[in-house]
């Protein structure tokens, strides 16, 4: 291991500048993308489930930003055409506004974050900025905002990051990897997902997925049948599910393995969820503990590649799922208890909890003055991911006063949201449904 001072970190993140200036991260590539977008989401499909492509598609259709939430790999290639600092951070990966919502901690308490990481991989800390500040960009478009104040909030979401970066450099280390986000509960978008969050209990999520029904004169709950979205699994199908929770649970801390022992399965459903994720195998564990009052939902999500593996080959997981909970790990403070991943049938699984107290912010809370402080916030805790998982002095070294870098990734994003309307367009035409 080699120590270096903190001044040696810093002047490396200045180094960085000469690898790429600031301001021109405004810039899209000059390069021709290698393939069209049509023939880089027809490969993001291979492997998925031919009968529910076709729902993934509709999805995408409907707007532009629901075009952009399903299309990670045609991103993900068009910033492989551009150059980056090659300062590394732990990637989100998918960091749009809709991937941040609220969620319960191991002690109870209600916490907003980064939530979803199945593109997460180590890679260039600018990534996320750029895909976050196009999303705000559309998801502005979206709630009827003005381009001019689109453009605003993406250029505030990226001050607020190197606020926060330039705070986080300057404290002591540990300090820095728990730093709280704080006055969450006072943006309205932010307050909103937490109200929901709070309502939406296990029992709550019971009811809305589960009905009464008679076994062998017995009362017993199973899950709904709210075809293709939400399907029963039984016989051997359910049999391989549960058996999967074998070795998933054998990688659990030993407390949480202890409470997971108590509680026992009860029914499987097969769910299709988001819009990126839709075509992939996606199953739904019901579970009581003490009694129908007690019930726990584990979702057992299929972890294909990452879109980056092709564009970051030296950092190709061995194991998706433990991928992806390692970069859940490493870039949120509080991580829910029963993470953890498996194997099914050849194929990558992550395990976690499902719908426990979570909240997201929707489309329509981003109306007027909510976009602007939510990507104030948006910032913030993409900040301190990038200074759990990377070196908040090297980032602070290359990042300066910021005012640059935070009008380049703007513009960027600006521009790549055209993009995205040329390639939402295409779709359209190309008749995909």
Avoid at 75 to 82: F, K, N, Q
Avoid at 142 to 164: I, M, P, R, T
Avoid at 315 to 321: D, M, Q, T
Wanted: proline letters at 4%; one cysteine or more; charged letters at 25%.
């Amino acid at each position: 291991m080699s120590w270096v001072t903190r001044e040696e970190r810093l002047k490396m993140g200045q180094a960085a500048r000469k690898v790429v200036a600031r301001q021109d991260h405004a810039e899209l590539s000059k390069r021709r993308r290698p393939v069209s977008a049509l023939d880089l989401l027809k490969r993001s499909m291979k492997g998925r489930l031919p009968e529910l492509v076709k729902i993934k598609y509709q999805r995408m259709l409907l707007s532009p930003f629901g075009y952009f939430r399903g299309a990670t790999w045609v991103m993900a290639a068009d910033l492989s055409l551009v150059p980056n600092t090659g300062l590394m951070a732990q990637l989100c990966g998918d960091a749009h506004v809709r991937n941040l919502g609220a969620f319960a901690a191991p002690d109870g308490r209600l916490v907003f974050d980064i939530n979803d990481f199945d593109e997460t991989m180590p890679g260039p800390f600018e990534w996320d900025l750029k895909r976050m500040a196009a999303s705000i960009v559309l998801a502005g478009h979206e709630a009827g905002q003005k381009n001019g104040n689109a453009v605003k909030a993406a250029a505030l979401c990226v001050e607020s990051y190197v606020s926060l970066m330039m705070k986080l450099a300057e404290l002591p280390l540990v300090e820095a990897s728990r730093w709280q986000v704080h006055l969450l509960n006072q943006v309205t978008p932010v307050h909103a997902a937490l109200l929901k969050a709070e309502r939406s209990t296990p029992v709550r999520n019971m009811e809305q997925l589960t009905v009464a029904a008679t076994v062998k004169k017995d009362s017993v709950r199973r899950f709904k049948e709210v075809k293709p979205v939400l399907t029963r699994v039984t016989g051997k199908e359910a049999v391989a599910v549960i058996a999967a929770l074998g070795p998933y649970r054998e990688r659990l801390q030993p407390q949480r393995k202890h409470l997971l022992s108590m509680y026992r399965p009860v029914d499987v459903a097969f769910k299709v969820v988001g819009t990126g994720s839709v075509g992939l195998r996606d199953y739904c564990i019901y579970f009581e503990g003490n009694g129908v009052s007690d019930p726990l939902f584990l979702q057992v999500k299929e972890e294909p590649d990452s879109c980056f593996a092709p564009y970051l080959k030296n950092k190709v997981a061995k194991h998706n799922g433990q991928r992806v909970v390692d970069g859940q790990r490493a870039m949120q403070v509080q991580t829910d208890p029963f993470l953890g991943w498996t194997d099914m049938a050849g194929r990558n699984y992550l395990v976690r909890q499902l719908n426990d107290h979570k909240g997201s912010v929707e489309i329509t809370d981003l109306s007027g003055g909510g976009l602007a402080a939510y990507a104030h916030v948006c910032g913030e805790l993409l900040a301190r991911s990038h200074a759990r998982s990377g070196d908040p002095v090297v980032l602070a070294g290359y990042l300066g006063a910021g005012k640059k870098f935070a009008e380049a990734i703007a513009n960027f994003g600006n521009a790549y949201a055209e993009v995205t309307v040329k390639d939402w367009e295409d779709l359209k035409k190309a008749g995909v449904v």
